[in-house]
């Protein structure tokens, strides 16, 4: 079924043609409508018709309700103030959305009548580094992003911009030519840890050492020369970080494609004579840049785009080019989300800018969006550091989320086998972690503590696992077989906390459009937290079990368990069915 808004908004444009047939065609024709708890719904509308229809807002509003009239769908409209129209939509209409949420699969949320390519870039960690908390925060949120697009039916296209290219493996390699060259080779293998230990190792020496960086520079250009032993070990390199990469996807349940950096290589020399065949560029200092209006630096100074360094080498910024460029041309994207940190806006700005002026994309076709997020602090206030220290490995966090769960799990529920309280802190460890992201606007610098993500009550995962698992329990407890339920009954909904909640369920869609609009997930969970609210309100004020209205509250806590983890699941939440 289309959303109550999108209904009222019908409706009242079929209204405001049949008061004001004048507005044919006019671009005055507005129709305002947001969620109110005066009433439902309010439509601000008769304000701004008034001046162009010369008339006060008030008789426009009372236009506006006669031309309405009496309607199946709407219960009470009321005009107030200057002339707002307060709008109480009908239970009858209200219980029909909710019967048709648990009959339908897709929980009557509407199929977009044209399917998006949509690109969502997260994760993107670099070779031979660990994932650090930031990395964590692009994993998540993007990961919801594109559970999002796929549940809307989108075709949706994961990509992990793995940074899997540069002069850096120019003296790993040649320091672990030195001090690794079994791993190198192939004979043994290693971890990321000791990958991260050589790196440093590396950095230091070719500071200190000019023979040293000599040879890794030599290293590069056998690399960037495709030389195949170079190669070789630089494939041996990413094959490490891949290895532990892929653990933390694992335990977070994620899906990405690697598309890192070296895929764009070979594209690169051919951008940069597109870029300067098109008039872009600008040499400066000996560097191919892009000059654009309005990008500077604190200084003041014009921040250029650097397409190709002094030296001939390319880097972040061509390979952004590039990138951008294929995703249009090659991979045909309707729309591309990149989720990293807000640090690295201005690049995105400028690129975006770029691809504008060398023709890439146009806006009008292609969205593109830059979801940015803040820092992960620590109960401090300070910049997250794992206990270890300045190496957080987000692995021992996840791991140790599930400890903190585990033993709220044994405390809470000591009946439960050992297997039984481990499989669920699992779960519960890193939804919490997921959660406690999500719910936090991101572009706020957000609070990692395992004791407030964990809490029974408020906005957590655990609050809401709760409800859901309440719900479960309700259907044991009546030993309702939900499909004989559905043959027999229809929901009927007439207590005000039924009306209220099966709203806020007619609401989902809602959500979901204004999600895909303004990518931020705690639009959904502060959505789940109200339902969860509004159920335990619901199940406070009415008797489901043995009362007259029991098939109609099964169905009920049906479509409320049905939405919730549908809800859940688009953050990559794992539900349990006991706890
Ligand atoms: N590898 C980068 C980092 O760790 C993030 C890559 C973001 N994506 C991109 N297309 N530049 O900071």
Redesign the pocket.
Known sequence: MKTPITTLAEKFKAATLKAFPQLEGSPDLVVELSPSTHGHYQANSAMKLAKPLKQNPRQVAEALVRAIGTDPLIDKLEIAGPGFINITLSADYLSQFVDSVIRDPHLSIEIPQKKQRIIV?FS???TAKELHVG?LRSTIIGDSLARLFEFLGHDVVRLN???DWGTQFGMLIAYMKETAPDVLSGKSTTDLTHLMTWYKAAKAKFDADPEFKKRSQQEVVALQGGQPDALKAWGIICDISRKAYQEIYDLLDVKLNERGESFYNPMLPGIVADLEHKGLVTVSDGAKCIFLEGFRNREGNILPLMIQKSDGGYN?DTT?MA?LRHRIETEKADRII?V?DVG?STHFQMIFEAGKKAGYYDPANTRIDHVTFGLVLGTDGKKFRSRSGDTEKLIDLLNEAVVHALAIVKERSPEMSESEQQHLAEILGIDAVKYSDLSSHRSSDYTFSYERMLRFDGNTAVFLLYAYVRIAGIKRKVQADIEEVKKKGKVKLEHPSEIALGLHLAQFGEVLDALARDLLPNRMTDYLYELANKFNAFFRDCRVEGSPQQDSRVLLCEAVAATMHQGLTILGLKTVERM
């Open positions: 870039e993107s960690p670099n990395h911009h793995v940074g972040y952004d990138a990149y990293t690295q």
